[in-house]
């Protein structure tokens, strides 16, 4: 089955993101992005921005950049960041962006790999699990030949290979005011087929992979994104994605291209704080986001002492029944649903509303498939909560639900230009402006997934409906195939799993196997509070999984899943890991996906255990 967007490409009035900039600089007294400095937040002028971003590419080009030439960015999201991206590009040369995250061996590997001739590094702040990041990029610099210079936003330098951001800008300024014209005339040369970034994939199956990007690509996804006006000009954007991520990427095209107010929040940590500080109108999240909302809801709700609780109960257990007719296709006709939102989840809407601002008028869910069950939460709140779809390899946004014709459990019909087709074996296949010009050095992995007449093969698979909207089923590489045949959908039970407040992470397991199993972490906070109110005192995290009432818990928990699948898909047995998935551990990547490979090959010993207790009947 094949599906195109009913509407033409848009014209391509910037053919790079340098010139989308100049356009909004036009305006040079408009207030451009937000940000908290010394402890007050500040607005920043496209005019300041566009300043900045001629300084520091000429200060670039001083240093002896050559145009083609990769320079990383290994720093948390802020718009110091945007305006190195920016300026990397005014330079001619190519964007290498490296998450936060990332541990040395990983930092090492996409600096070699890239080749990347500098460095931008922010500070060298600890994190709770690792050393900073600029103590991070040192330990691997000699085994990174290609770096010539690292600059430091922060700090002071380390030896004669280190130099200060600022240091730089005032070089730059002094090269940029010798011959001004130069910035214009790299903005003009620069071509929509010229690569803009190497973004690398998260590594869930082996080696990241270096995803080359081109100008054309995000000039496309900023006039595609403005055209279906998931964002408008006069938005107030909340900002905290890592710009090592492309949908952080997709959201800065955007803005170059729409010059909305971006906020660049402090940190994912103070996100709560920012969001009730600046009241922005639009926050873009991974699903990861809802979820710790729902969660939290769920368990302070249920929680409450007396009536409260009660009544809290009562309405969340309407939800349920609300959840089970949206996704058996009936529409739901309950009376006393009505009375529920009156007197719980009109509350539930006051307080979120409180804690998010007041203003948001949209989330922008991507990065992850969302469980229909929280997208079903958030509408019966009253908010509109857009899921999309895309790839690295895609720039991100391929397929986006419209503002005003959302359809929860679907990412939407494809964006203007862009096509879609469903290959036999259910594949979703994309072609369009989008699609990444190939792996960097890696022609034989293009090859594999890039067909020569532009169709991309997304490893997904999925069905477009009558109205052309995408519903994305399962990974393709993740389908369990049991010992009896049957396939299943593991992230479709894991999404269900992860709605109940007390599972943190799920994996299922069960390919080649007679039946399936379920490896689960928990989520702290409410695990030890169903401890402390069953008279237990909780010790570590390790020895949480252990305790029987927390165990039979888990149980209930796989029992209401299991009642809503088939018979063949239920799981038979389960595990509680004694540590959260972490970056850090290895389970999970820098966006917050599970590696499968990896947990399945680390807890090999405690799913064959879970095979070895006794047979059990498909």
Known sequence: MRAESQLDTPVASARNLVELLLQQAQSPAKVAASRKTGGRWED???????????????????????????????????????????????????????????????????????????????????TPKQAGRATRLRQKLAESPSVRKVILFEGSPSGDMELTLEALVIRGREAHAARPESFDERARAMGPDDVCCIVYTSGTTGDPKGVMLTHGNWSYEALAVKRISVMLPSDSVMMFLPMAHSFGQVVKAAWLSMGFRMVFAESTEKLMDNLMETHPTVLPAVPRVFEKVFSKVVADGTAEPGVKGRLVR??????????????????????????????????????????????????????????????????????????????????????????????????????????????????????????????????????????????????????????????????????????????????????????????????????????????????????????????????????????????????????????????YSTLKRFAVIESDFSQESGELTPSLKVKRKHVSQKYKSVLDGLYEKGDLAD
């Open 314 to 567: 009562w309405a969340f257990a309407l939800f349920d029944e609300y959840v089970e007719a949206k996704n058996q296709g009936r529409e739901p006709h309950m009376v006393g649903l009505a009375l529920a939102r009156k007197l719980v989840f009109s509350k539930v809407r006051a307080k979120l509303d409180a804690k998010l601002g007041g203003n948001l008028r949209l989330f922008v869910s991507g990065g992850a498939p969302l469980s229909r069950k929280i997208a079903y939460f958030f509408e019966l709140l009253g908010y509109r909560v857009l899921e999309g779809y895309g790839l690295t390899e895609t720039s991100a946004a391929s397929f986006v639900n419209p503002p005003e014709r959302i359809k929860l459990g679907t990412v939407g019909p494809p964006l203007p230009g862009t096509d879609v087709r469903i290959a036999q074996d259910g594949e979703i296949l994309i072609r369009g402006p989008g699609v990444m010009k190939g792996y960097y050095k890696n022609p034989e992995s293009t090859a594999e997934v890039l067909e020569p007449d532009g169709w991309f093969h997304s490893g997904d698979i999925g069905e477009v409906d009558v109205d052309g909207y995408l519903r994305i089923t399962d990974r393709k590489k993740d389908i369990i195939v049991t010992s009896g045949g049957k396939n299943i959908s593991p992230q479709n039970i894991e999404n269900m799993l992860k709605t109940h407040p007390l599972i943190s992470q799920a994996v299922v397991h069960g390919d080649k196997r007679k039946y399936l199993v379920a490896l689960v972490t928990v989520s702290e906070e409410p695990a030890r509070k169903l401890l402390t109110e069953k008279g237990k005192t909780p010790g570590s995290y390790a020895e949480l999984g252990r305790q029987p009432e927390l165990q039979a818990a888990v149980q209930e928990i796989l029992d209401k899943v299991n009642a809503e699948l088939p018979s």
């Open 44 to 126: 920043v002028t496209w005019g300041h921005i566009l300043e900045e971003v001629k300084a520091l590419s000429a200060g670039l080009l001083a240093l002896g950049l050559k145009p083609g030439e990769r320079v990383a960015v290994f720093a948390d999201t802020s718009l110091q960041w945007v305006v190195c991206d920016l300026a990397i590009s005014a330079a001619q040369a190519i964007t290498v962006p490296i998450y936060a995250s990332n541990t040395p061996d990983e930092v090492r590997y996409i600096l070699n790999h890239s080749e990347a001739s500098f460095v931008f590094v922010d500070h060298d702040e600890k």
